[in-house]
């Protein structure tokens, strides 16, 4: 434990502007961000008798090594920056919100040239038009049933649209009416786009115009005395009508606004948000987290805020955020909103009337999601802690293992062979840390040399990482390599090593370990046949019990190690299938590629083109079209294609890609 007193700095040192700052530990990982209005009395403040500060802000400075600072100009620009070394370092006292689930979203591909209308989850991508999220996804799907009757937009994916088109028929769905067939041609590729971004208005609220416009169209079809085409008009008001219901009127003034609750204890924090757009609740959403650093309401809210809209721009930033508490300093932050939105943004606690009110309902969501957190938690957090005391005394380890990684081989028959490392700290799989091998040293199958390489080649790296930051002597040198703080690969080393075999593979990571004289790295093995537990230099393996928590953490860890080297196996296996003579032209990638197979048609006419109708390509100059051409030349004429059931030659003219 270090004493803040060591790295304080000297009186005048730190300014009185605004800033952002960083607590580093001894290895000069950043530990924790934070931002001021001014520099001086926040930092002063970390520095006082350690008796005086909250338990958790406690541990972090007697963690911490170092603190340094950034002065900047606005308080809006601390805010950013503070947001982007959060992002960027993930210090370990800093609060965190992490969605408890990929809330699914309604989408509209809007940067293809048929938009389409699904259902996704995860990042957003750019060109995408996004409504939501939503609870769950079959909402989702309901509305797009209900109204597809009224804008038939493509649903299907690119594999059936392209079928549809090639042989000249549309899917169900264009048989009855509920697209509007673009595939085949029944609209204009104009008119589709039409189509999906009048779906798009009425999804962001734009409702009335659309009823109103085709409550006219039914009366003028009844005048005319059109009675079929009427009732179906009218079905298609109803149906729009339904979609409407499915979101609850909250307000009569048609408002964008995003609601946030936060419920609280001493210990995590959970925070819900409402987004309403029209006055019609669109979505909601939430998150849980542990209160890792001493933070108020107005804190969470501001770290809430910085989460939400961190990465949105425009209209993903609403008029108006109605949140229990504003930050710390409410200016900076509204104007770091309204910078987002690129427009006025009120953010304000609600006082009275219907915006009060939902925002009880909020809180109460808010207030549930915690209970149902916690109720959850208990129960693993006692399952993880007694898995992971059964592992320690089942192989006579000093203290349960923290951090575990697990190693697995794969390979098909001898070709591929690749290594999996999976991470799981406190019982829970860390997938940021996971890590891919392939193997170097030789050629062909052999489970025991290489986990020998790759674990000799994991903890080369650990010792480098080690030497780097000066960890080799006990007295670190006042020229220590500078570090920049951002999570290490290898940085970290396990308690304990798990391999996915028997006696042989144990004792070749042991071995690797030996080699490298690392003696604090506890290493077992678990055999699939029996489940058996080996441990190094035993003749005998351990035999957990069936039901034991331990021995179903130790299976958990095994399964997933051999999952994740099963799929990255399986790729490598896939892309030398797919491999051909333009993977080898340097610095040519993937999309460049597909514009040479489709300018041309085929390999086979591309190798026959010359240099100057290469360069006619777009994105392709002179000297990589001498490249492509040269490649190309010296490759070997691919076996020609013979029809199986005449014994015919098959002329290449297609347009494979995977020559």
Known sequence: MADPSSYRPKPGQI???????????????????GKAKSLRPRLSSYFQDLANLHPRTRTMVTTAASVEWTVVATEVEALQLEYSWIKEFDPRFNVK??????????????????????????PKKKGVRYFGPYGHAWAIRETVDLMLRVFPVRTCSAGVFKRSAQI??????????????????????????????????????????????????????????????????????EALKRALEKNAVVFNDATDADLIAVAEDELEAAVQIFHVRGGRVRGQRGWVTDKVEAVDTAGLVEHALQQLYGEEQGDA????????????????????????????????????GDKKDLMATVARNAQQALVLHKTKRASDLTTRSRALEEIAEALGLDSAPLRIECYDISHLQGDDVVASMVVFEDGLARKSEYRRFQIKSFEGQDDVRSMHEVIARRFKRY???????????????AEAPEDDGRPKRFAYPPQLVVVDGGQPQVAAAKRALDELGIDDVAVCGLAKRLEEVWLPDDDDPVVLPRSSEGLYLL??????????????????????????????????????????IKHFGSVKKLKQATIDQICEVPGIGRRTAEAVAAVLAEAAPAAPAVNTATGEIMEDDGGSTHE
């Open 555 to 596: 299976q958990r860890v095994r399964d997933e190690a051999h999952r994740f080297a099963i799929t990255y196996q399986r790729v490598k296996r896939a892309k030398r299938f797919t491999s051909g003579p333009l993977d080898s032209v340097a610095g040519l990638g993937e999309t460049r590629k597909q514009a040479l």
């Open 463 to 477: 010792l480098q990482e080690k030497e780097r930051t000066g960890e080799w002597t006990e007295e670190q040198t």
């Open 168 to 237: 000249g028929r549309p899917c169900l769905l264009g048989y009855i009416g509920k697209c509007s067939a673009p595939c085949v041609g029944r609209v204009t590729p104009e008119e589709h786009r039409e189509l999906a971004e009048e779906f798009c208005d009425f999804m962001a609220g734009h409702t009335g115009t659309y009823i109103r416009r085709i409550e006219q169209e039914m009366r003028e079809a009844a005048e005319e005395m059109e009675y079929e085409r009427a009732a179906r008009l009218r079905d298609d008001i």
């Open 97 to 122: 919100y992490r969605d408890d689930k990929s809330y699914p979203s309604l989408a509209v591909t809007l940067n293809e040239e048929f938009p389409r209308v699904q259902v996704m989850r995860g």
């Open 15 to 33: 300014p009185d502007s605004p800033g952002v700052y960083k607590f580093r530990d001894e290895h000069r990982r950043v530990i924790y961000v």
């Open 317 to 352: 930033v609403p008029k108006e955020v109605l949140v229990p508490a504003l930050p710390e300093e409410p200016e900076a932050v509204t104007q770091w909103l309204a910078d987002r939105r690129g427009s006025h943004v009120s953010l304000r606690v609600p006082q009275r």
